[in-house]
């Protein structure tokens, strides 16, 4: 990356005075001299930054720092890289910005996330996060419940309130009572609003990769959580069916 100056870029000390958190970025990669520029770039632009091998980023660790945006370097999109974007994608609630050559398997799984392909200017990378988490925070605060505290991950659809720290689930403040599997799959699916998932990639994602049963499960944990979670589990309006493909959320 090219050092440069930009318009939009605000300094850190500019950051410091408001007296707020800082936003958090977590960098994964396994190219060593790319990752540290990264890093050190958004550093000096006021962020918290946290960087993490492909091997070491799992759900306790992403879950441990909170980021606000991921940035997945993938130099060399192979199987691992491929592997650590998916992972990073399953279990992410705020932005993934992926910086690497284009290919083809990664332009098939990154979908509507943000993409940059290198090399990159080290302006447009800070343009960028600022871009994704200025539009994160945005849906964060008009989200947000000014009645209840905001915990890192929380969702909020009108009056459907999902809180994966505190494995719950309310709707206009009363508790619903889900299994394990039912939140997982509702938080899933929430998790990536209008994204279509067929039943065999629900069951790669929220069984984990190790359910190798029928795939008319899916079907019936649905139902199940329709009958809980939607006031009119035959007319639902989150949780909708994409015939002969699958599901999706819809906010």
Not at 35 to 44: D, H, N, S
Not at 102 to 109: F, G, S
Not at 166 to 190: C, K, Q, W
Request: glycine residues 4%.
């Amino acid at each position: 990356m090219v050092p440069s100056q930009h318009a939009s870029s605000v300094p850190a000390a500019q950051r410091a005075d408001t007296g707020e958190r800082r936003k958090r970025v977590l960098v994964i990669g396994d190219d060593e001299t790319s990752q540290r520029t990264i890093a050190e770039r958004l550093q000096r632009e006021g962020y918290d930054v946290q960087s993490m091998t492909r091997e070491s980023a799992n759900f306790a660790a992403l879950r441990g720092f909170a980021p606000d945006l991921i940035v997945i370097d993938v130099q060399q999109p192979e199987t691992d890289g491929l592997q650590v974007v998916r992972h990073a994608r399953e279990m992410r609630t705020v932005p993934v910005l992926i910086v690497g050559p284009r290919c083809e398997e990664l332009d098939r799984l990154v979908g509507h996330d943000e993409y940059l392909s290198t090399p990159v200017q080290q302006w447009e990378l800070v343009d960028r996060v600022q871009q994704l988490i200025g539009e994160d925070e945005a849906a964060k605060d008009q989200a947000v419940s000014t009645t209840s505290p905001l915990l890192e991950g929380d969702l909020r659809f009108d009056d459907l309130f999902i809180r994966p720290r505190l494995h719950t689930v309310e709707r206009d403040g009363v508790p619903i009572d889900l299994s394990a599997t039912e939140f997982d799959l509702l938080y899933f699916l929430a998790s990536h609003p209008r994204q279509v998932f067929t039943r065999q990639q629900l069951l790669d994602h929220v069984w984990h990769y190790q359910y190798f049963g029928d795939s008319n499960t899916v079907t019936v944990h649905m139902s199940r959580l329709r009958k809980k979670v939607e006031p009119d589990p035959a007319n639902p309006r989150h949780l909708r069916t994409v015939w002969n493909v699958g599901y999706k959320f819809v906010p």
